[in-house]
């Protein structure tokens, strides 16, 4: 079969390998869809702080199922997506619901090869069944449920203000389910063409570019009074620690994205305010549930969240490209 592999930093590897088998409780799936998303370049770029190469990636998957341990749920050839978190059901956090948070989690793509290729197996509790969504819909549930789960972390009540730091993909599906919540949201990022977009295609009608007036921009727009749920959909020290400084007194700050290295933040800051700040990982089944429910009653503008979409044999050039074209990037999906 056909696999993109990142073997180092920089290099992209379109070869071929042995096609997996299903093992007892495996699911095989031929995938068609593969979406792209911020965790894909920081592995390119090697920025990505759980990752050892060389390494398959892709974890926003959609396919067909190839073929079904006995007594399977599933049926050849019916379309899926692949919730690609997979945890071990026994540690600390997996006994109090928390499989997203698994001390020992192995994410496809990540700790483990993902589906860029052309069939993968994994276990039939990772299968979605998706009917009634078209393959580049059923691509994009994976990162809209990350952002689902930081809303749902956020524990918003309808008329809460809301700040998403970061207008990507992961920043677009907080400020999207923000919003199914009740809450006014405000989207900042540093690359104006993403703003303009989520503005005119999504429906994010107040947007303000980062600079170094947007603290006192945002206190315009609140009174003062600044934001009750802050979500930091960056994974930058510098725009996460700054973050704080946007919260409200009595507010939430959700750090939805990682990077490496040590977040410091003032006490007295943090103090005054009686902040909360809570990580968000992953997403959990509700998450998907979620999304798949809002996808097919029409209240995610999902066609305008795909901005390109292109070969997966391309990837080794495509990627690159895509990368140095991030203003005007939304989500891309490679189709094998």
Known sequence: MKAIVCQAPQRLDLIDRPSPTA??????IRIRRIGLCGTDYHIYAGRHPFLSYPRVMGHEL??????VPAGSAFTTGQRVAINPYLSCGTCIACRVGKPNACVTISVLGVHQDGGMCELIAVPEGAVIDVAGLSLDHAAMIEFLAIGAHAVARGALTAGN????????PIGVAVGLFARLAGA??????TRVARLDYARAKLGFDDTLPVNDNTGAALADRTGGEMFDAVFDATGVLAAMTQSLAYVAHGGSLVLVGVAPGNLVFSDPEFHKRETCVLAS???LTSDFANVIAAIRTGHIPIDALQTHSFPAEDMPTR?????AEADHVLKAIAYF
Do not use: C, M
């Not at 959609?62 to 073929?67: I, L, P, S, Y």
């Open 23 to 28: 093992r007892a409780g495996e699911v095989l």
């Open 62 to 67: 959609a396919g067909e199922v190839e073929a």
């Open 161 to 168: 203000r809301v700040l998403v730091v970061g207008a990507g």
């Open 184 to 189: 006014t949201v405000t989207l900042i990022d």
């Open 281 to 283: 990982r992953n997403a």
């Open 319 to 323: 990627l690159p490209q895509l990368i």
